[in-house]
Antibody
Framework: QVQLVQSGAEVKKPGASVKVSCKAS????????ISWVRQAPGQGLEWMGW????????NYAQKLQGRVTMTTDTSTSTAYMELRSLRSDDTAVYYC??????????????WGQGTLVTVSS | QSALTQPASVSGSPGQSITISCTGT?????????VSWYQQHPGKAPKLMIY???KRPSGVSNRFSGSKSGNTASLTISGLQAEDEADYYC???????????FGGGTKLTVL
């Protein structure tokens, strides 16, 4: 069965960086893309971007361009999301998600358990 | 402000039907049949309930159905059950720039 297991909670100071991992299992990693979605406390879902595990192509949300980098390690079937220059409003639960089919962006069929990132001085 | 507009809350009694609307624009909902709906219980990851406007993934109850008219998509839940109480989010492909957009979410209360 498809599983996405994310790294544990992080506490960071403003201006720092955070790197969240998402280890995939139960399918051929390079046949699908991975999206990242975040959710601030008590708020809605926000799409951050997508990476193709096939060739590393990325597509980032415009508001995060320049601060976010998504990568994959095909040897370990792991996707990573790094967010730099953290601000207090980056405090959120960060989810990785896999689409239902191939290298499409939607729909998001399988989700990780989420990683809480807290930005506080 | 979210790209797609949903009512903040809806409610219904067990056994009733409710509909949640999701209003976008001609650049997203109106242009693509790539609307999906997600259910989220408190403290849990979202779950895909409807994709490509009206398709249900395997394992999702047929009490859940989706539709679209113009720039507005809708999720209907029939025969409401207590377990349906959750937040629901719509999502659409939106072309270039930021290609995936979510609605602000709707809290469903089963009375």
């Amino acid at each position: 069965q498809v599983q996405l297991v994310q790294s544990g909670a992080e506490v960071k100071k403003p201006g720092a960086s955070v790197k969240v991992s998402c280890k995939a299992s139960g399918y051929t990693f390079t046949s699908y893309g991975i999206s990242w979605v975040r959710q601030a406390p008590g708020q809605g879902l926000e799409w951050m971007g997508w990476i193709s595990a096939y060739n590393g192509n990325t597509n980032y949300a415009q508001k995060l361009q320049g601060r976010v980098t998504m990568t994959t390690d095909t040897s370990t079937s792991t996707a990573y999301m790094e967010l730099r220059s953290l601000r207090s409003d980056d405090t959120a639960v960060y989810y990785c998600a896999r689409v239902a089919q191939g290298l499409e962006l939607l729909p998001l069929r399988y989700w990780g358990q989420g990683t809480l990132v807290t930005v506080s001085s | 402000q979210s790209a797609l507009t949903q009512p903040a809350s809806v409610s219904g009694s067990p056994g009733q039907s409710i509909t949640i609307s999701c209003t976008g624009t001609s650049s997203d909902v109106g242009s693509y049949n790539l609307v999906s709906w997600y259910q989220q219980h408190p403290g849990k990851a979202p779950k895909l309930m409807i994709y490509e406007v009206s398709k249900r993934p395997s394992g999702v109850s047929n009490r859940f159905s989706g539709s679209k008219s113009g720039n507005t998509a809708s999720l209907t839940i029939s025969g409401l059950q207590a377990e349906d109480e959750a937040d629901y989010y719509c999502c659409s492909y939106a072309g270039s720039s930021t290609p995936v957009v979510f609605g602000g979410g709707t809290k469903l209360t089963v009375l």
